[in-house]
């Protein structure tokens, strides 16, 4: 069975300094895996996936995520955060046509 | 540009009503998602739709129904609202593949339910 794990419900950075969301996955399969970006108010954002190509993802706006299978984990990076990165991030895992499994979410902070 | 459409950002209800919450998608897309967000619980699969006229229960139909009856279309019905059922409806579609497709997701509708 799938399930996902974001480990931190609530992030926050200074302005400039680096992001990280952290997300750990169960997959019974070779998993794709995605992370959304949903501002307030809005619908959810592909920030980028991860399909079983290079285990190094990059996605819009500065960010990217790294696929380890051996922990089981897709952790989600930028280098450094802007106030315009304020939001709720979503890690998925989908092993199957229609199955998509959503973590929890993480909202992400920027102080200036 | 891709685009999903839903019929109402905001919407109120009384207990009892019946509502219906449009999705329109213009992407050809086989498989369209309906979802329930609320704080702390993530998005939550109601049911979803792989073709004209089929449909599948998610994880929390209950209180739900839905229809598909053109591939771009498709509704989310609540047959009498309940005060439990205010939330974040937000409604997805993505191509049929065996795995792996990015789902699109409309604005969402915040239904609240008096």
């Known amino acids: 069975a799938q399930s996902v794990t974001q480990l931190d419900s609530h992030v926050s950075v200074s302005e400039g300094t680096p992001v990280l969301l952290r997300c750990n996955y169960s997959s019974s399969y070779s998993p794709s895996l995605f992370w959304y970006v949903q501002h307030p108010n809005k619908g959810l954002q592909l920030l980028l996936k991860?399909?079983?190509?290079?285990?190094l993802v990059k996605g819009i706006n500065g960010f990217e995520a790294e696929f380890k299978k051996s922990e089981t984990s897709f952790h989600l990076t930028k280098p450094s955060a802007h106030m315009s990165d304020a939001a709720e991030y979503f890690c998925?895992?989908?092993?199957?046509?229609?199955?998509?499994?959503f973590g929890t979410g993480t909202r992400l902070k920027v102080l200036a | 540009d891709v685009k999903v459409t839903q019929s109402s950002r905001y919407l109120v209800k009384r207990t009892g009503e019946k509502v219906f919450l449009e999705c329109v998608q213009d992407?050809?897309?086989?498989?369209m998602f309906w979802y329930r967000q609320d704080p702390g619980l993530g998005l939550r699969l109601i049911y979803f739709?792989?073709?004209?006229?089929?449909?599948e229960k998610g994880d929390i139909p209950e209180g739900y129904s839905v229809s598909r009856e053109k591939k771009e279309r498709f509704s989310l019905i609540l047959e009498s609202a309940s005060t439990n059922q205010t939330s974040m409806y937000l409604c997805?579609?993505?191509?049929?593949?065996?795995?792996?497709?990015?789902?699109?997701f409309g604005p969402g509708t915040r239904l609240t339910v008096l």
């Open positions: 997805a579609s993505s191509l049929w593949t065996s795995g792996g497709a990015e789902q699109f």
């Open positions: 991860y399909t079983s190509a290079a285990t």
């Open positions: 998925v895992v989908s092993d199957a046509a229609y199955k998509y499994i």
């Open positions: 992407m050809d897309h086989e498989n």
């Open positions: 739709s792989y073709d004209v006229k089929m449909k």
